[in-house]
T-cell receptor, first 114, second 116 residues
Framework: ETGVTQSPTHLIKTRGQQVTLRCSSQSGHNTVSWYQQALGQGPQFIFQYYREEENGRGNFPPRFSGLQFPNYSSELNVNALELDDSALYLC?????????????FGPGTRLTVT | DQQVKQNSPSLSVQEGRISILNCDYTNSMFDYFLWYKKYPAEGPTFLISISSIKDKNEDGRFTVFLNKSAKHLSLHIVPSQPGDSAVYFCAASALYTGTSYDKVIFGPGTSLSVIP
């Protein structure tokens, strides 16, 4: 069974640029959530995708967008990067309706905006 | 507005003793609570969960206690081992009473060090 993978591991971008982060869900999982973890903080919910549609968003502006593909892989896109976007971005996959409800996290992508 | 709070940023415990990590929440809609463990350079790993219909859940050395009236939960690790040294996140969700998505709110984490 393959776990959740994310690419790239690290990324350095300049303010104003755009970035795409990728996530491959665990086999059999139909839901993917994206989180932003700033230094010294817990993961902050960005949004969740189920059946290729966004069905929940945290307190993040529209320049944060995403996609979920039929094979349950996912992308997080961030436009017009700001310095405060520097963080660890985590994706987590899960099975909707399963209890106990568990999310399986990838190792994250470390984004640095200069 | 922090809905899930972990007021101790760090905790040190001797090997073999009990580790108690605390968590408080403010949103009475939360009905499902989870603890995650995170090692450096890895994503968080699910540890144990509890639904609001219970006040205790055990899994080996790990026990989670829930006090709904106080909006407080705690994670007990007995006995503590050096391999337990990690950051522990408390998380909460309105899994049964919330909206259609399984939004999970995380606390800021507590860094546990188990000293050999």
């Amino acid at each position: 069974e393959t776990g959740v993978t994310q690419s790239p591991t690290h990324l350095i971008k300049t303010r104003g640029q755009q970035v795409t982060l990728r996530c491959s869900s665990q086999s059999g999982h139909n839901t993917v959530s994206w989180y932003q973890q700033a230094l010294g903080q817990g993961p902050q919910f960005i949004f969740q995708y189920y059946r290729e549609e966004e069905n929940g968003r945290g307190n993040f502006p529209p320049r944060f967008s995403g996609l979920q593909f039929p094979n349950y892989s996912s992308e997080l896109n961030v436009n017009a990067l700001e310095l405060d976007d520097s963080a660890l971005y985590l994706c987590a996959s899960s099975v909707r309706g399963e209890v106990p409800y568990e999310q399986y996290f990838g190792p994250g992508t470390r984004l640095t905006v200069t | 507005d922090q809905q899930v709070k972990q007021n101790s940023p760090s905790l040190s415990v001797q090997e073999g003793r009990i580790s108690i990590l605390n968590c408080d929440y403010t949103n009475s809609m939360f009905d499902y609570f989870l603890w995650y463990k995170k090692y450096p350079a890895e994503g968080p790993t699910f540890l144990i969960s509890i639904s609001s219909i219970k006040d205790k859940n055990e899994d080996g050395r790990f026990t989670v206690f829930l006090n709904k009236s106080a909006k407080h939960l705690s994670l007990h690790i007995v006995p503590s081992q050096p391999g337990d040294s990690a950051v522990y996140f408390c998380a909460a969700s309105a899994l049964y009473t919330g909206t259609s998505y399984d939004k999970v709110i995380f606390g800021p984490g507590t860094s546990l060090s188990v000293i050999p």
